[in-house]
């Protein structure tokens, strides 16, 4: 018969210095408030604990675990260490409250979860939270119906949408994320929700000081997961002395915060590509554009980028947005516009916006500061252009627009053909096609180059060229490659 310990409607204290041991096939049964209080003493369970309503109570001045081989579940838990803190050496989960008076509760790579119908975080601040440089998450599961300022758990991620989510996971972590302008704040956000697309979701991000991790507060930003990307939104709003972020996001996963990194919003447009009033999507179309930048294997030289993927499903866009073709920008020194200073692959869409690597977001450049740069904008089988005089970047997205006028490019002296060709007849401007070679030269070289490689025709494909972008290797290239490289054309990018 296994042991029996019922305690009922009744305080139990204990100050052992040591601990208080479940052993195993023991019944541990406490029935109402205010239940166990452990003075300098930790919990070991290898038995079976029924909390009933009760409350668990950590007191003292001295570290304090909970372990044992069962997972423990607590109706309640208040944390009220006079300092140092609660260690978790065993996953817990608490039904109702989990309360923070003074001292902290450090996860140590285990799970807290929270009960679905009650459990929720009472009372954390900054001299009383949980912490979790080591791993471990807390865990609430929420039904989220057209949330309006919903915190689930009290975790810190408030919620706002007219869509339903459903049943979401929301895991909060507080281990530091590599990003590609260093590193995060000591906390994340990990938001699987049943129904993920087209919330148009507010988020609210809060934080404690205590985990801003040397990062300025009034640069923090939201930085999202997508697939092995880390995607840099521009806030809607930040507010320090409030200590949140909010943003807005159509899909959610894991999100952070960071200081943000460099912005820019370009509009371009490929003269092979072009028809009527904006570019075609055909190697889109023809699911030959891969998920990998082009660039590197094509020989660009790289400065802090490279090996740029993106996921599968930004190429299912279709319309204005649908994805043209990779592009390859450009910073370059103001000073000395021979100088490159970082390089970044990056997606063109069918109506000219030039975005990262989410298909949606401005163009982020990491690990660079908010100065003056030439912008130089490139593709494999076009002429690449730059601007004329350095721009202002920040992290605040700044937008320019090549397309407008000839003007836009920087006109190199001395060559007989413009810096970029209007591609519409009417005042729309963009890069030259037709230089196969990758060397910012239309001339014989590409001709031969593109006339080897369309015989035999081939379809379904992703090669240089292709010089009108249709996903196709045929006499309609050899023809316009005959035709741009009459009179040879060179590349207005640098001296």
Same mark, same amino acid.
């Given at each position: 018969? &296994?042991?029996?310990?019922?305690?009922?409607?009744?305080?139990? *204290?204990?100050?052992? /210095?040591?601990?208080?041991?479940?052993?195993?096939?023991?019944?541990?049964?406490?029935?109402?408030?205010?239940?166990?209080?452990?003075?300098?003493?930790?919990?070991?369970?290898?038995?079976?604990?029924?909390?009933?309503?009760?409350?668990?109570?950590?007191?003292?001045?001295?570290? !304090?675990?909970?372990?044992?081989?069962?997972?423990?579940?607590?109706?309640?838990?208040?944390?009220?260490?006079? *300092?140092?803190?609660?260690?978790?050496?065993?996953?817990?989960?608490? %039904?109702?409250?989990?309360?923070?008076?003074?001292?902290?509760?450090?996860?140590?790579?285990? =799970?807290?979860?929270?009960?679905? !119908?009650? $459990?929720?975080?009472?009372?954390?601040?900054?001299? *009383?939270?949980?912490?979790?440089?080591?791993?471990? %998450?807390?865990?609430?599961?929420?039904?989220?119906?057209?949330?309006?300022?919903?915190?689930?758990?009290?975790?810190?991620?408030?919620?706002?949408?007219?869509?339903?989510?459903?049943?979401?996971?929301?895991?909060?972590?507080?281990?530091?994320?590599?990003?590609? +302008?260093?590193?995060?704040?000591?906390?994340?956000? @990990?938001?699987?929700?049943?129904? =993920?697309?087209?919330?148009?979701?507010?988020?609210?991000?809060?934080?404690?000081?205590?985990?801003?991790?040397?990062?300025?507060?009034?640069?923090?930003?939201?930085?999202?997961?997508?697939?092995? +990307?880390?995607? +840099?939104?521009?806030?809607?709003?930040?507010? !320090?002395?409030? +200590?949140?972020?909010?943003?807005?996001?159509?899909?959610?996963?894991?999100?952070?915060?960071?200081?943000?990194?460099? &912005?820019?919003?370009?509009?371009?447009?490929?003269?092979?590509?072009?028809?009527?009033?904006?570019?075609? @999507?055909?190697?889109?179309?023809?699911?030959?554009?891969?998920?990998?930048?082009?660039?590197?294997?094509?020989?660009?030289?790289?400065?802090?980028?490279?090996?740029?993927?993106?996921?599968? *499903?930004?190429?299912?866009?279709?319309? =204005?947005?649908?994805?043209?073709?990779?592009?390859?920008?450009?910073?370059?020194?103001?000073? !000395?516009?021979?100088?490159?200073?970082?390089?970044?692959?990056?997606?063109?869409?069918?109506?000219?916006?030039?975005?990262?690597?989410? $298909?949606?977001?401005?163009?982020?450049?990491?690990?660079?500061?908010?100065?003056?740069?030439?912008?130089?904008? &490139?593709?494999? /089988?076009?002429?690449?252009?730059?601007?004329?005089?350095?721009?202002?970047?920040?992290?605040?997205?700044?937008?320019?627009?090549?397309?407008?006028?000839?003007?836009?490019?920087?006109?190199?002296?001395?060559?007989?053909?413009?810096?970029?060709?209007?591609?519409?007849?009417?005042?729309?401007?963009?890069?030259?096609? $037709?230089?196969?070679?990758?060397?910012?030269?239309?001339?014989?070289?590409?001709?031969?180059?593109?006339?080897?490689?369309?015989?035999?025709?081939?379809?379904?494909?992703?090669?240089?060229?292709?010089?009108?972008?249709?996903? /196709?290797?045929?006499?309609?290239?050899?023809?316009?490659?005959?035709?741009?490289?009459?009179?040879? &054309?060179?590349?207005?990018?640098?001296?």
């Amino acid at each position: 018969m &296994k042991p029996l310990f019922t305690a009922i409607a009744c305080l139990l *204290s204990l100050s052992a /210095n040591g601990q208080l041991h479940i052993g195993s096939g023991t019944h541990l049964v406490v029935q109402g408030q205010p239940g166990i209080v452990l003075h300098n003493t930790s919990w070991d369970n290898d038995g079976t604990f029924s909390a009933d309503s009760s409350r668990v109570v950590f007191r003292g001045a001295q570290t !304090d675990s909970v372990s044992g081989t069962s997972e423990t579940l607590f109706f309640q838990l208040s944390v009220e260490k006079a *300092s140092d803190s609660l260690r978790l050496a065993q996953a817990i989960q608490v %039904e109702d409250s989990l309360f923070f008076v003074s001292g902290t509760l450090a996860l140590e790579g285990r =799970n807290l979860t929270l009960g679905t !119908d009650h $459990g929720v975080l009472v009372g954390e601040s900054e001299t *009383s939270r949980i912490t979790g440089a080591n791993g471990g %998450e807390v865990v609430k599961v929420a039904i989220l119906n057209a949330p309006s300022s919903e915190n689930p758990g009290n975790l810190g991620m408030t919620i706002t949408s007219a869509a339903i989510p459903g049943p979401t996971v929301i895991r909060r972590g507080h281990q530091l994320k590599s990003l590609p +302008n260093g590193t995060s704040i000591q906390r994340y956000y @990990d938001i699987s929700p049943a129904t =993920n697309t087209g919330l148009n979701a507010t988020i609210v991000f809060s934080y404690f000081d205590a985990e801003l991790n040397g990062q300025t507060e009034t640069n923090l930003e939201s930085w999202h997961q997508t697939g092995t +990307n880390w995607i +840099n939104r521009e806030p809607d709003a930040t507010y !320090d002395l409030a +200590n949140t972020v909010e943003v807005t996001l159509d899909t959610l996963g894991m999100a952070t915060l960071a200081e943000g990194a460099l &912005k820019v919003q370009p509009v371009v447009f490929l003269q092979g590509a072009f028809s009527g009033t904006q570019m075609t @999507d055909g190697l889109r179309s023809a699911g030959v554009i891969p998920t990998t930048e082009p660039y590197s294997a094509l020989g660009f030289p790289q400065q802090g980028g490279g090996g740029e993927t993106i996921e599968a *499903s930004v190429l299912a866009t279709t319309g =204005n947005d649908a994805i043209v073709d990779w592009l390859f920008l450009e910073l370059r020194s103001a000073a !000395d516009s021979s100088v490159i200073v970082r390089t970044q692959s990056a997606l063109l869409q069918a109506d000219g916006d030039v975005v990262g690597l989410d $298909g949606i977001s401005a163009v982020t450049f990491a690990g660079v500061p908010i100065d003056d740069y030439f912008l130089t904008v &490139k593709h494999r /089988n076009h002429l690449g252009v730059r601007t004329p005089s350095p721009i202002t970047l920040s992290r605040i997205a700044t937008s320019y627009d090549f397309s407008s006028s000839l003007n836009q490019a920087w006109d190199k002296p001395g060559i007989i053909n413009d810096a970029m060709v209007d591609v519409s007849g009417t005042g729309i401007y963009g890069l030259f096609t $037709g230089d196969v070679t990758g060397d910012q030269f239309i001339n014989a070289t590409d001709f031969q180059a593109t006339s080897n490689l369309v015989t035999p025709n081939q379809s379904a494909v992703y090669q240089v060229g292709d010089i009108n972008l249709d996903a /196709n290797l045929n006499a309609t290239d050899f023809q316009t490659s005959n035709n741009v490289s009459t009179p040879n &054309k060179i590349g207005h990018v640098h001296p």
